[in-house]
C-alpha cells in the first residue's frame, strides 16, 4: 500500500474505535469519575484528615497520581481487549484480515485509540482532584508522556489478550486477578519507605510502581526511584509488547484456523 | 493470466486429518465458476485459503497473476470475498460499514462514497443506509455484505453461498446483479451454493470436490458429458402388463418400473432417444409424457461425489 493508502487505513481504524468508545461515553468515561471521586471523598475527607502526611504530602495529594494510573490502566487495556475480542466474536475482524491493511497499521489503529481513551480518563480524573484539593501539574510533558506511554502500554496488552481469549470470560481473568493487584501494590496509597523491606523488595519488582512513580513525579515533584529508570522499564515492555503483539498477528494466532 | 490459480494447495490440521489435499485449480479472468461440493467437502477452506483467513499448509496461490505470499498486499486487493456466516459489525450503520471496508483498502472516503450509494442503490439498500446492521433482515445483511465485497472495486469476486436463506424473489434480485456484474464489469465471479439450478442459470465454468479432493473441473457441457448416462420418467398411455415388462426387461436399457403406467428409463451414453422410442414403439408402447429424473448438472454432482467415483 502507498503511504497516502495505508494513512487512510489507519485513520479508518483509529477513528472507528475513537467514535466506538466516545459513543458509549456513559459506560466508558463517567465510571472512572464516579470511582476516583468516591476515593477523593472517602480517603481524602473521610480518612486522609487522620492521617499522617506522607513524605511531605497529604494522603490525597499523594494518592492522585496512582488513582489516575489505576483508572488508566484499566480503561486502555478494556478499550483495546473488549473491542478487538468482540470483533473476533462476531467476525468482523475478517474485514480487517482479508484486507491489505498492514498489522503495524491494525496494531497502531488499536493501540492509539486505546491510549487515547486512557488519556481523556487521566486528564478527567485530574480535573476531578482538582475539585477536592488544590493540585498542580509540575512537569507537563512529563505528565502527558506517562500518561500516554502507560496507556500504549496496557493497550498493547489488551490486544494481546484478546488475541488470545476465546470467550467473554477470558478478557477479565487478566483486569481482575493480574492489574488490580498490581495496581493496588504498585505504590497507589503507600509510600515505599514506609513498607518493610520485604514488601519494597517486591514493590520495586512491580512495573506499575515505576508508572505510579513517574506520574508522581511529574504532578508533586516526588520520586521515590529514579525517573529514569521509569522510563527505561516503560520503554522496555512496551517494545517488548509490541513485538509479542506484531508476531502473533503474523501468525494468525487465534485470529486464523 | 487466471484470476485465480492454486497450485498443489493442502490444507492438514494437527489432529492430522486433511481439509484439502493437493488441489490445483485455475479460474480463467471474467469467467463465472462455480464450486461445487457436498457439505465439508472442503470449499469454504479452500475460498478461506483464497482470502487469507486459513493459512494452508502446502502449494501456492496466485490472486489475479500476485502470488499470495510473495506479494500479498496486491493479491488481496484484487479479491472481494462475501462469506457464509454473516460477519458484520452490528452496531454499524449500513453506511458504515461500506466506508470503513474501502478505509482498510485505502479508498478515500468521498470515493467510497459514490461507490456505496451505486451498490446500495442496486442492492435495494440506500433506504437503510443509517441504519444499524442489527436491524436489517436475513437477505439484507447478505446483500449487504456483497456491496462490501465490492466497495474497493475489486477484478475478482468470491461468494460462499450467497443465496443461503434467501426467498425466491431476493435470490433472483441477487442472480441478476451477480449477471450483471459478470457481463459488464467483467468481474471473474467464484460462487459456492448448493441450489444447482442457481450454477445452471449463471455459471460457465464448475469444480467439484468432494473430501478435500478435486473430483472434476471443466465446463458445464463437460461436465455433463462425464455422465454415464440419463434417466428419464416416461408416462404411457396404457397400463403395462407381465409379458410386456418381461419384454421390456429384455431391452439394452437400465429400467425401473415405478407405477401401472410409469417407468424410469436410464440411457447410456452411447444410447438415443430415438433408439429408445423405436423399441418402446416395436412393443406397441405408446409415450404419453416424458421428463428427466434429475436436473443433468445435479446427476453430474451426484454421480462425482458418490463413495469411490475417483478410483
Known amino acids: 500500500m502507498t503511504l497516502k493508502e495505508t494513512l487512510i487505513a489507519f485513520w479508518t481504524l483509529f477513528s472507528k474505535e475513537c467514535y466506538r468508545f466516545l459513543r458509549i461515553w456513559g459506560q466508558t468515561l463517567i465510571p472512572p469519575i464516579m470511582t476516583s471521586s468516591l476515593y477523593f471523598l472517602i480517603f481524602g475527607n473521610f480518612i486522609g484528615n487522620r492521617i499522617e502526611n506522607i513524605n511531605g504530602f497529604t494522603l490525597m495529594e499523594f494518592m492522585t497520581p496512582g488513582l489516575m494510573m489505576m483508572s488508566v490502566i484499566s480503561a486502555s487495556y478494556m478499550n483495546v481487549s473488549s473491542s478487538f475480542y468482540f470483533s473476533k466474536f462476531q467476525r468482523s475482524i475478517e474485514e480487517l484480515l482479508i484486507s491489505p491493511t498492514s498489522n503495524h497499521t491494525i496494531i497502531w489503529g488499536f493501540v492509539l485509540a486505546g491510549s487515547l481513551r486512557g488519556v481523556i480518563v487521566g486528564v478527567l480524573i485530574f480535573s476531578t482532584a482538582k475539585i477536592f484539593i488544590d493540585i498542580n501539574i509540575l512537569h507537563p510533558m512529563t505528565f502527558f508522556f506517562f500518561l500516554f506511554v502507560t496507556s500504549a502500554l496496557f493497550s498493547l496488552a489488551g490486544l494481546i489478550n484478546a488475541i488470545f481469549a476465546r470467550k467473554f470470560d477470558d478478557i477479565s481473568i487478566v483486569p481482575t486477578f493480574i492489574l488490580t493487584p498490581l495496581s493496588y501494590l504498585g505504590g497507589v496509597f503507600y509510600s515505599v519507605q514506609q513498607i518493610s523491606e520485604t514488601w519494597a523488595f517486591f514493590t520495586r519488582f512491580n512495573p506499575i510502581f515505576y508508572l505510579v512513580n513517574g506520574l508522581r513525579f511529574s504532578i508533586l515533584d516526588l520520586s521515590e526511584t529514579s525517573v529514569n529508570i521509569s522510563f527505561v522499564v516503560l520503554s522496555f515492555l512496551i517494545v517488548t509488547l509490541y513485538i509479542i503483539c506484531f508476531r502473533l498477528l503474523e501468525k494468525g494466532v487465534g485470529l486464523k484456523t | ?311
Open chain 2, 1 to 311: 493470466m487466471y484470476a485465480i490459480e492454486l497450485s498443489h494447495v493442502s490444507k492438514k490440521y494437527k489432529s492430522q486429518t486433511y481439509a484439502l489435499k493437493d488441489v490445483s485449480l485455475k479460474v480463467e479472468e471474467g469467467d463465472f465458476f462455480a464450486f461445487l461440493g457436498p457439505n465439508g467437502a472442503g470449499k469454504s477452506t479452500t475460498i478461506g485459503i483464497i482470502s487469507s483467513l486459513v493459512v494452508k499448509t502446502a502449494g501456492q496461490v496466485k490472486i489475479g497473476g500476485y502470488d499470495l505470499d510473495e506479494d500479498p498486499i496486491k493479491a488481496k486487493k484484487c479479491l472481494g470475498l462475501v462469506p457464509q456466516e454473516f460477519n458484520l459489525n452490528v452496531f454499524e450503520s449500513c453506511l458504515a460499514v461500506l466506508i470503513n471496508q474501502a478505509g482498510y483498502y485505502g479508498v478515500a472516503k468521498s470515493v467510497a462514497y459514490e461507490r456505496a450509494e451505486k451498490y446500495l442503490n442496486l442492492l435495494m439498500l440506500w433506504s437503510e443506509r443509517n441504519h444499524q446492521v442489527r436491524t436489517l433482515s436475513g437477505g439484507m445483511k447478505r446483500r449487504l455484505m456483497i456491496a462490501r465485497a465490492l466497495i474497493h472495486n475489486p477484478p475478482i469476486l468470491i461468494l460462499d453461498e450467497p443465496t443461503a436463506g434467501v426467498d425466491v424473489e431476493l435470490r433472483k434480485l441477487i442472480w441478476n446483479f451477480l449477471e450483471g456484474l459478470n457481463r459488464d464489469e467483467k468481474k471473474t465471479i467464484i460462487l459456492t451454493t448448493h441450489y444447482l439450478e442457481e450454477v445452471e442459470r449463471l455459471c460457465h465454468h464448475v469444480a467439484i470436490i468432494n473430501k478435500g479432493k478435486l473430483v472434476s473441473t471443466g465446463s458445464l457441457a463437460e461436465l455433463v458429458n462425464q455422465l454415464p448416462g440419463q434417466s428419464y420418467i416416461l408416462s404411457l398411455e396404457e397400463v403395462l402388463n407381465n409379458p410386456t415388462k418381461e419384454k421390456l426387461k429384455t431391452l439394452s436399457y437400465e429400467i425401473k418400473f415405478l407405477e401401472e403406467k410409469a417407468i424410469e428409463v436410464n440411457l447410456l451414453k452411447h444410447l438415443s432417444l430415438s433408439d429408445l422410442f423405436k423399441d418402446l414403439g416395436q412393443l406397441d408402447l405408446k409415450v404419453k409424457s416424458m421428463r428427466e429424473k434429475e436436473n443433468q448438472i445435479e446427476q453430474a454432482f451426484l454421480h462425482m461425489t458418490k463413495e469411490g467415483y475417483l478410483s
